[in-house]
């Protein structure tokens, strides 16, 4: 099961910034958390990941509360094009496990 | 363009009928995974192969039949397959390191048992 909560939709209008929520509250020490995105019909895009300090790269920033209990992703100017579901995953990769478990994730629709 | 290509990219068979998908990768990974999203379900794990072993499989059933011959190629091979098995079937490849792996998931092959 997966083991973060976000919401299943939001609306966004375009040149906005997008904040997208997410919970996981059970997060471990070691687990990383990591974002994706699928664009209807293709396969899923790595957007960003953290451990427990904000992020920043050219697609969008992470920032992660101090507890590490939630965080949130910023896309700073929406476009039309950043219409995707957003996957929101806390894993932990090393060894022989590695995996990404996929939830529902949150419909972002980017409004003209 | 991820550097992981899947061919084909639609595939309808019958139940009866045999075949296979292809994932090529070329970013020098060396774990490669296959996963199942049925339409309007979260995406499935269904395989994970680290240099070429076999480390996860997730109660797939033996219809579906995984191949990995070397570190770049990865296969599913389906045989008698039901229509319930019709969904996107996503490859993806990372380099197993320290803790902070990307995935790079192909495009998918969209297929249909009629």
């Known amino acids: 099961d997966a083991k973060t909560t976000q919401p299943p939709s939001m609306d966004c209008a375009e040149g906005r910034a997008a904040n997208l929520p997410c919970n996981h509250s059970t997060i471990s020490g070691n687990e990383y958390v990591y974002w994706y995105r699928q664009i209807h019909s293709q396969g899923p895009q790595y957007i960003i990941h953290g451990l427990k300090n904000n992020e920043t790269n050219e697609m969008a920033s992470l920032i992660i509360t101090e507890d590490r209990k939630s965080s949130t992703l910023i896309l700073p100017h929406a476009t039309l094009r950043d219409t995707a579901v957003y996957y929101c995953i806390v894993s932990y990769f090393g060894g022989a496990t590695n995996k990404l478990i996929f939830g529902t994730g949150t419909l972002l629709a980017v409004q003209p | 363009e991820t550097g992981v290509t899947q061919t084909p990219r639609h595939l309808v068979m019958g139940m009866t009928n045999k075949k296979s998908l292809k994932c090529e990768q070329h970013?020098?990974?060396?774990?490669m995974y296959w996963y199942k999203q049925s339409a309007k379900k979260p995406l499935e794990l269904m395989f994970v192969?680290?240099?070429?072993?076999?480390?996860e499989n997730n109660s797939v059933p033996s219809r579906f039949s995984p191949e990995c011959p070397n570190s770049s190629h990865l296969f599913l091979h389906l045989h008698t397959l039901q229509p319930e098995d019709s969904a996107l079937y996503l490859c993806?490849?990372?380099?197993?390191?320290?803790?902070?792996?990307?995935?790079?998931f192909g495009s998918g092959t969209q297929l249909s048992v009629l």
């Open positions: 970013l020098g990974h060396n774990a």
């Open positions: 993806a490849s990372s380099q197993v390191g320290t803790g902070g792996e990307k995935l790079f």
């Open positions: 192969y680290n240099f070429k072993e076999q480390t």
